[in-house]
T-cell receptor, first 114, second 115 residues
């Protein structure tokens, strides 16, 4: 069974640029959630995708957007990057969208915005 | 409002000591789930346990044990006979029944186990 994978591992961008992060869900999981983890903080929920539709969103501006594909993999896009977007971006997959579905996390993508 | 508080930012112990990581949560829901995750230096969050709000039985898994007390809204995690490999940041998280899969995390407790 393949776990959650994310790419790239690290990324450096400059302010104002756009970035796309990718996530492959664990085998059998149809739900993907994205989290932002600033240094020294707990992860913050960005949004969740279920069957290619957004299914819940945290307190993040519209320049954070996502996609989910028929194979349940997902992308996180961030436009007009700001310095505060520098963080570890974590993707998690789960069997479904209910609160008791355990989320399994990938290794994360560390984004640095200069 | 939903919230998770891990008051201990950093804990340092010597190998073989027992250590307890505290977690206090706030929620208005009667149905909710609590989780603990471990984050080693590699960055990946590793799932440790899930507990629902209707099950207050303590749970033990090897050297790990969890104490859930609804009366004090706490879900504490104890590592018995700690080992250097236990060094990591540990997160407590809350998921409410009407919020789907949104996890609310605490700030984390960084545990350092010294040989």
């Amino acid at each position: 069974e393949t776990g959650v994978t994310q790419s790239p591992t690290h990324l450096i961008k400059t302010r104002g640029q756009q970035v796309t992060l990718r996530c492959s869900s664990q085998s059998g999981h149809n739900t993907v959630s994205w989290y932002q983890q600033a240094l020294g903080q707990g992860p913050q929920f960005i949004f969740q995708y279920y069957r290619e539709e957004e299914n819940g969103r945290g307190n993040f501006p519209p320049r954070f957007s996502g996609l989910q594909f028929p194979n349940y993999s997902s992308e996180l896009n961030v436009n007009a990057l700001e310095l505060d977007d520098s963080a570890l971006y974590l993707c998690a997959s789960s069997l479904g969208t209910v609160s008791h579905d355990t989320q399994y996390f990938g290794p994360g993508t560390r984004l640095t915005v200069l | 409002a939903q919230k998770v508080t891990q008051a201990q930012t950093e804990i340092s112990v010597v190998e073989k000591e027992d250590v307890t990581l505290d977690c206090v949560y706030e929620t208005r829901d009667t149905t909710y789930y609590l989780f603990w995750y471990k984050q080693p230096p590699s960055g990946e969050l590793v799932f440790l346990i899930r507990r629902n709000s209707f099950d207050e039985q303590n749970e033990i898994s090897g050297r790990y044990s969890w104490n859930f007390q609804k009366s004090t809204s706490s879900f504490n995690f104890t590592i018995t006979a700690s080992q250097v490999v236990d060094s990591a940041v540990y997160f407590c998280a809350l998921s409410e029944a009407d919020q789907g899969g949104k996890l609310i995390f605490g700030q984390g407790t960084e545990l350092s186990v010294k040989p």
